[in-house]
């Protein structure tokens, strides 16, 4: 319990820091692929299965999950976004609920991501906990969030290291894009944002601001596809 009251401390005391060092603050990155997060060896994550290893990515599927978000929020920075969405959060996981029940920190925060459509014109972001199994079949409500209820969902998946900054996502966001051309999974990827275009990609955080070592990163880009055509 103290480890995981420390890991909530330490992701609110970055938050409240200097904003220009970004939510994580930003350092060289670098890209993975099948790299186990440490975080999710001490607190919950959600479970999938990988069934495909690409080069520099994977494809996975999640089981049905509950995430809990906060509203779209309309900023020109992921990384303000973040820490605006991860305030309301923090503060609902420490009781700042219906039932004012303290709820466990789990991995990762992520946020959904609606670019706009100029560089100076603010974009849309949602940003989400995932909500713990003991909570998931009845997530207390709390004013100003909701809960997102998952059916079972693939994710073609980026992993990167480092602090997460607003110049290197979309990067690296392009760069999953670039590696899945012309493959099946591409495909599904755009039948599915063609039908539910409001999220271009995710961007999941595993780690407290704290842990300079070992950090991983990813982005999502998440897609329906017919069990059966899934190799």
């Given at each position: 319990m103290a480890a995981f009251n420390l890991f909530k401390l330490s992701l609110l005391l970055s938050l409240l820091s200097d904003s220009k060092l970004g939510l994580w603050s930003s350092e060289t990155s670098k890209s993975t692929v099948g790299t186990f997060p440490p975080s999710c060896s001490r607190i919950e994550c959600p479970s999938y299965e990988v069934i495909h290893v690409g080069n520099g990515y994977e494809i996975r599927r999640y089981n049905s999950t509950v995430w809990m978000s906060t509203s779209p929020i309309q900023d020109i920075s992921l990384v303000e976004a973040t820490r605006t969405g991860f305030l309301q959060l923090f503060d609902y996981i420490q009781g700042k609920n219906s039932y004012e029940e303290q709820i466990e920190m789990t991995a990762p925060v992520i946020t959904q991501v609606s670019p706009s459509d100029g560089p100076f014109c603010a974009s849309s972001f949602v940003v989400s906990?995932?909500?713990?199994?003991?909570?998931?079949?009845?997530?207390?409500?709390?004013?100003?969030?909701?809960?997102?209820?998952?059916?079972?969902?693939?994710?073609?998946?980026?992993?990167?290291?480092?602090?997460?900054?607003?110049?290197?996502?979309?990067?690296?966001?392009?760069?999953?894009?670039?590696?899945?051309?012309?493959?099946?999974?591409?495909?599904?990827?755009d039948k599915s944002h063609t039908s539910d275009p409001t999220t271009v990609y995710t961007v999941a955080q595993y780690n407290s601001p704290f842990e300079f070592d070992s950090r991983v990163n990813e982005i999502w880009l998440m897609f329906d596809m017919e069990d059966e055509l899934a190799i």
């Open positions: 906990f995932y909500v713990p199994k003991v909570n998931q079949a009845n997530p207390p409500p709390a004013k100003g969030l909701h809960a997102q209820k998952w059916e079972p969902i693939y994710a073609a998946v980026r992993q990167f290291s480092g602090f997460v900054s607003d110049s290197d996502v979309g990067e690296e966001a392009a760069a999953l894009q670039a590696s899945l051309e012309g493959s099946v999974w591409a495909a599904a990827i």
